[in-house]
């Protein structure tokens, strides 16, 4: 499989993973708040590098690859450099390159995990918990396999294609810089061929 069918291959994945959480969350009522960036601030959100090769491919196709190499250099930077903030604090923002984002971003707010005992528990991020406690309550007693998108089902889904795409974490900007170097290379190949 090419590098272009991965990333194909992938975004299918991406979309129907938004779709799961998106109306999950819209059916529970516990969603993301308005132009949260609280996560999107985080220095510590990982990615593996094959998650980003869509948008290292959009940038790419957009001759903006040496524009991103550039803006990856600087070590000051240790939020998602994708994240557009819209507040002066950097509370309130938005991503910017939304429909490539990685699995943690579409995953995260409010999901499913099997804890230690391989029970259904339900991860519910402290901003919503904190504005929603009583119903983040009622929706943890109903928490099913069958009603609650899981993690692991989404992360056994990304990794029938490249076990790659949930090993290797590394902090998003490395791993998005390493895409676009992979990117690069995958371009100079199909140059020279």
Sequence with gaps: MNIREFSQDLLKIYDEMWKSFSDYQKASGLHCLEGCGKC?????????????????????DE???EEWLEKLDDPQQKHCLMYEPQSSDGSLGMCGVYRER???????????????RQGVTLSVCKLIREKYPELT?????????????????????MASLDPALIQ???????AFKKALEKVALYALYQDQH
């Design 168 to 174: 290797d974490l590394l902090p998003i900007n490395q």
């Design 63 to 65: 001759n903006r690859l």
């Design 102 to 116: 990685p699995s943690l971003c579409r995953m995260f707010g409010v999901s499913g995990f099997y804890n230690k």
């Design 40 to 60: 999107c601030n985080n220095p510590e959100v990982e990615a593996s590098v094959f998650e980003m090769i869509p948008l290292a491919l959009r940038m790419y």
């Design 137 to 157: 309550i009622t929706r943890e007693s109903e928490v099913s396999e069958e009603k609650t998108p899981m993690l692991v089902n989404w992360s056994y889904r």
